[in-house]
C-alpha cells in the first residue's frame, strides 16, 4: 500500500498535463458530458411538456400563446406539439444514454464501430439543426446549444480516435463481424445459462 502511494506520488510530479487537456483526457470525458447534456436538455423538454408551457421562440413563432392556440381546433394543435415535445425529450435522453454508455465502454475498449456511429450520429444530429434554417425557426436557444456543443463533440472524437484498434477505417463497418456460409442449414445452439426443461 505504501508502494502504491508512493508510486502515485512519482506519477503526480511528473504529470506535465495542462489544465485544459487533463479533464479532456483521452476525449471520452467530453463525449459523455454531451450525453449528460442531451440528458438534462432531454428532461427539460419533458418538464416543459408537462408544464404545458411554450418557449418564449414558440409564441414569438407562433404570434399566439398555447391559451390562445388552444381556441382553435378544440387544443388538437397544441396537444400534438406537447406530444411531439414529448417524443423529442425522450429521443434526446436516450441519445444521450446511448453516447454515454459507447464512451464509457466500447470506445474504451478501443471498438471503432462505436467510434464511427459517434461520427454519424453527430453528423446527422448536427446536421439536423441546419433544417431551423430552412423553415425560419432559428432560435437562440437551440443556436447556443448546438454552438457550445459542436466544438466539444469533434474535439472529443479527434481525442478519441487514437483509442482505436485496428481495423479502423468505415469500410470496417461494412464487413460482417462472422463468416455465414450460406450453403449449410444454420445451427444455434442453446447456450449452456439457458434453464434445462
Same mark, same amino acid.
Given at each position: 500500500?505504501?508502494?502504491?502511494?508512493?508510486?502515485?506520488?512519482?506519477? @503526480?510530479?511528473?504529470?506535465d498535463?495542462?489544465?485544459?487537456?487533463?479533464?479532456?483526457?483521452?476525449?471520452r470525458?467530453?463525449?459523455?458530458?454531451?450525453?449528460?447534456?442531451?440528458?438534462?436538455?432531454?428532461?427539460?423538454?419533458?418538464?416543459l411538456? #408537462?408544464?404545458?408551457?411554450?418557449?418564449?421562440?414558440?409564441v414569438q413563432?407562433?404570434?399566439?400563446?398555447?391559451?390562445?392556440?388552444?381556441? #382553435?381546433?378544440?387544443?388538437?394543435?397544441?396537444?400534438?406539439?406537447?406530444?411531439?415535445?414529448?417524443?423529442f425529450?425522450?429521443?434526446?435522453? @436516450? #441519445?444521450?444514454?446511448?453516447?454515454?454508455?459507447?464512451?464509457?465502454?466500447?470506445?474504451?475498449?478501443?471498438?471503432?464501430?462505436a467510434?464511427?456511429?459517434?461520427?454519424? @450520429?453527430?453528423?446527422?444530429g448536427?446536421?439536423?439543426?441546419?433544417?431551423?434554417?430552412?423553415y425560419?425557426?432559428?432560435?437562440?436557444?437551440?443556436g447556443?446549444?448546438?454552438?457550445?456543443l459542436?466544438p466539444?463533440?469533434?474535439?472529443?472524437?479527434?481525442?478519441?480516435? @487514437?483509442l482505436?484498434?485496428?481495423?479502423?477505417?468505415l469500410?470496417?463497418?461494412?464487413?460482417?463481424?462472422?463468416?455465414?456460409s450460406?450453403?449449410?442449414?444454420?445451427?444455434?445452439d442453446?447456450?449452456?445459462?439457458?434453464?434445462?426443461?
Open positions: 500500500m505504501v508502494q502504491n502511494r508512493q508510486e502515485a506520488t512519482d506519477q @503526480s510530479r511528473h504529470d498535463k495542462s489544465l485544459i487537456v487533463a479533464p479532456v483526457g483521452d476525449g470525458p467530453l463525449l459523455i458530458f454531451i450525453g449528460l447534456s442531451l440528458i438534462l436538455s432531454g428532461a427539460f423538454a419533458l418538464f411538456s #408537462i408544464n404545458q408551457q411554450f418557449l418564449p421562440h414558440d413563432f407562433l404570434g399566439m400563446t398555447a391559451e390562445q392556440l388552444c381556441g #382553435i381546433n378544440n387544443c388538437r394543435v397544441v396537444h400534438f406539439m406537447f406530444h411531439d415535445r414529448v417524443a425529450g425522450g429521443a434526446l435522453i @436516450s #441519445i444521450g444514454a446511448l453516447y454515454m454508455w459507447l464512451a464509457e465502454f466500447p470506445l474504451r475498449l478501443g471498438q471503432a464501430w467510434w464511427w456511429l459517434f461520427v454519424l @450520429s453527430g453528423v446527422s448536427f446536421g439536423s439543426f441546419l433544417a431551423y434554417l430552412g425560419g425557426y432559428l432560435d437562440t436557444w437551440h447556443v446549444g448546438t454552438l457550445l459542436l466539444l463533440f469533434i474535439f472529443g472524437l479527434a481525442r478519441s480516435r @487514437s482505436l484498434l485496428p481495423p479502423t477505417g469500410r470496417f463497418l461494412v464487413r460482417p463481424g462472422i463468416n455465414v450460406w450453403d449449410q442449414p444454420m445451427e444455434l442453446e447456450p449452456s445459462c439457458w434453464p434445462r426443461p
